[in-house]
């Protein structure tokens, strides 16, 4: 199954367009067309030219930029799509299928009928389909593209024979080069001596060749499908009570992480949908602060929700789901790992609990934590950033103690660069009574000016004091030598 303009169907599904259209992509330093509808082929344009040169032959072309990402997603989307047709699909390029109809075309009338249906879904759905149909991978590739339809069985040479040598997948030089040579078609090159063609090109070409014709194996490979993180009870008699419901999440979860485990994965993101017999859902989701597949830990954290949920004249089936997945490998769990600093996952399963717990009333947003930031000005060196969403980081590694309380810088009456014997501050007077310091803080100079209503004193140089005063409060001061004046940014304890 090729679909020759598979990017540019995929954008005018959503969006027609009347007349000449293209998807442009960025190569080489320049635009070049991607992708065309038929308006715009009709017009002469063709792919990889540059859209300033496609511009001027067409002055009324439309263009998008193209997103090859979203078309890998879409051509997967056809991929499950076209299970309907046999259970071995596999993605030829990034616009192709290529399937395994062997002992499945009778279900759908026969082949030539199979493949009438594929173009007529294809065409309702706004695609352009060509399909072609072989004993081999090859054969089948190379009639799609150039010759649609049906090789009869053990007739594949004669079917071949007319098409161009392009048709058996060679790269473009390649091919240009085997046209000089006379060439032109399959049926050439199958003729010719096969010696001195493997000295001049290699092996490619014959092997593409081999393949085409069913004398080396090229056999269709589906791909793996992704794990489905789901499961289901349908219940012979609806139930309304709390407890049950609970029971029914116990059971839904242990399945459910049987799954988890075996992909070596933990889920983030929970929703519980149960299923009333009015047929209304209610849907309780639970976010997690950490990867978790451990059934008695995530049980205790829906309860809450279910008691909330309304089961109105009862309740007769439960889905459970996990909605968002992440990594989490199995682990050693004891001594080797608290050895090495990991701990044994018994405090940090406690501090995830109880994000969880917290989380699921107030938001999981709304627990942060701090983390260092590259920086060596005081209010600078640290962010704050989500705790269930960020790893904790041991990385605070201070040149020199730092107090526990840290303020914006606030003035106190001092003269002179010297610490001050006697000061006021916060309408406190306050004696010296030891110093420690000075310790030379220079601005970042590279970065913009921190805003803020103390600004004047980020512009320059710091020198930073601890003050041990004989009332008993140890503070951190510094003074700006390019604007003398005192400020205390912190207190120890």
């Known amino acids: 199954m090729w679909f020759p303009r598979l990017a540019s169907d995929r954008v005018l599904r959503a969006r027609p367009v009347d007349g000449p259209f293209a998807l442009t992509l960025r190569q080489a330093n320049a635009e070049r067309l991607h992708c065309l509808n038929a308006a715009a082929e009709a017009e002469g344009l063709h792919r990889a030219m540059a859209l300033a040169d496609a511009r001027a032959f067409c002055p009324g072309l439309l263009s998008a930029p193209a997103d090859p990402a979203r078309e890998a997603r879409f051509l997967e989307t056809l991929r499950r799509w076209a299970l309907r047709y046999c259970p071995w699909v596999g993605v030829d390029g990034p616009d192709g299928l290529v399937l395994d109809v062997s002992g499945a075309s009778h279900l759908h009338g026969g082949e030539a009928a199979m493949m009438r249906d594929m173009e007529t879904r294809a065409a309702r759905a706004g695609l352009a389909l060509r399909c072609g149909l ?60 096969r010696a001195p063609l493997a000295r001049r090109f290699g092996r490619e070409a014959l092997a593409r060749l081999d393949q085409a014709l069913g004398h080396l194996p090229e056999p269709v490979t589906p791909r793996k499908e992704p794990p489905h993180y789901a499961t289901r009870l349908s219940l012979p008699e609806p139930i309304g009570r709390s407890e049950d419901v609970m029971e029914g999440t116990a059971r839904l979860l242990a399945r459910l992480c049987e799954t988890l485990a075996k992909h070596e994965t933990g889920a983030r993101r929970l929703e519980l949908a149960l299923r009333r017999t009015d047929g209304d859902d209610q849907r309780v989701e639970l976010r997690l602060a950490a990867p978790m597949r451990d059934p008695a830990r995530i049980l205790p954290l829906f309860a809450r929700g279910i008691e909330a949920a309304d089961a109105g004249f009862g309740i007769d089936q439960l889905r459970l789901e996990a909605t968002q997945v992440d990594a989490l490998p199995a682990r050693q769990i004891g001594g080797p790992q608290r050895i090495a600093g990991q701990g044994d996952g018994a405090g940090s399963f406690g501090i995830d609990d109880l994000v969880t717990r917290i989380g699921s009333r107030i938001g999981l947003d709304n627990i942060q934590r701090y983390l260092p930031a590259d920086s060596h000005l005081p209010e600078c060196a640290f962010n704050v950033a989500p705790a269930a969403f960020s790893p904790p980081d041991s990385g605070w590694a201070p040149p020199r103690p730092r107090p526990l309380r840290l303020f914006p810088p606030e003035p106190v009456t001092a003269d002179g660069p010297a610490p001050p014997n006697r000061f006021k501050w916060r309408a406190m007077p306050l004696e010296t009574l030891a110093t420690n310091g000075p310790e030379r803080i220079a601005p970042e100079w590279w970065l913009p000016e921190n805003p803020g209503p103390a600004a004047t004193c980020h512009r320059g140089a710091r020198d930073y004091w601890q003050v041990q005063t004989r009332q008993g409060r140890r503070l951190w001061l510094f003074h700006t030598p390019q604007l003398p004046a005192w400020f205390v940014q912190g207190e120890f304890p």
């Open 134 to 193: 072989a004993d081999t991978r090859g054969a089948a590739w190379a009639l799609a593209r150039h010759a649609p339809g049906i090789a009869p069985s053990g007739e594949t040479r004669a079917a071949l024979g007319p098409l161009p040598i392009a048709a058996l997948r060679l790269d473009a030089g390649t091919v240009i080069a085997l046209q000089r040579l006379g060439l032109r078609h399959i049926v050439d090159l199958a003729a010719a001596p």
